[in-house]
T-cell receptor, first 115, second 111 residues
Framework: QKEVEQDPGPLSVPEGAIVSLNCTYS??????FMWYRQYSRKGPELLMY????GNKEDGRFTAQVDKSSKYISLFIRDSQPSDSATYLC???????????????FGQGTILTVHP | KAGVTQTPRYLIKTRGQQVTLSCSPI?????VSWYQQTPGQGLQFLFE???????NKGNFPGRFSGRQFSNSRSEMNVSTLELGDSALYLC??????????FGQGTRLTVV
């Protein structure tokens, strides 16, 4: 079983819809949670960064972390065609030991927002 | 602020050859990590360097190696290339090792 599980989709929604993307994980040492967006043939772009549990909002994006359930979510409100991309969740543990600089990624969810 | 710069963007190599990829991190970032991205395996961690020292290493064979220079720039080397090494190689820089910013990647094709 992978440390981080993410539904690969693909997910297709109409413009203006609310999108919900999710990841589950098994490693209770994960403390830092990130969402990246990756367009075709480009590097991943950091969208959201959260430490420990809670919610974080940035414009149309909201990230939620529930450490008790080992579950994280990304919500996109008023989705736009320009949001069409692959969304990757990533996690890391506190620095130290074998955790330095290592992000563990989900498989990515392919999202298409059609006009 | 300039982002993470990777060179070259594309490479075609023959089996058995070796290759060196370069990464310039964001100014002030001392942590540089390398990842391999393939359709089947997704993004997998190769190794991380901080202040010229390798702090962490993923589960890749010894053919994959790296180094970091005093200006934080990093290079990754793959020796004795195999067809399965064809992938997008991504470099990420960060201040502390987890909030990472990625470059555009180097797409390596081994023929």
């Amino acid at each position: 079983q992978k440390e981080v599980e993410q539904d690969p989709g693909p997910l297709s929604v109409p413009e203006g819809a609310i999108v919900s993307l999710n990841c589950t994980y098994s490693n209770s040492a994960f403390q830092y949670f990130m969402w990246y967006r990756q367009y075709s043939r480009k590097g991943p772009e950091l969208l959201m960064y959260t430490y420990s549990s809670g919610n974080k909002e940035d414009g149309r994006f909201t990230a939620q972390v529930d450490k008790s359930s080992k579950y994280i979510s990304l919500f996109i409100r008023d989705s736009q065609p320009s949001d069409s991309a692959t969304y990757l969740c990533a996690m890391s543990a506190n620095a130290g030991g074998t955790s330095y600089g290592k992000l563990t990624f989900g498989q990515g969810t392919i999202l298409t927002v059609h006009p | 602020k300039a982002g993470v710069t990777q060179t070259p963007r594309y490479l075609i190599k023959t089996r058995g050859q070796q290759v060196t990829l370069s990464c310039s991190p964001i100014s002030g970032h001392r942590s540089v990590s390398w990842y391999q991205q393939t359709p089947g395996q997704g993004l997998q961690f190769l190794f991380e360097y901080f202040s010229e020292t390798q702090r962490n290493k993923g589960n890749f064979p010894g053919r994959f190696s790296g180094r970091q220079f005093s200006n934080s720039r990093s290079e990754m080397n793959v020796s004795t290339l195999e067809l399965g090494d064809s992938a997008l190689y991504l470099c990420a820089s960060s201040l502390e090792g987890h909030r990472a910013f990625f470059g555009q990647g180097t797409r390596l094709t081994v023929v």
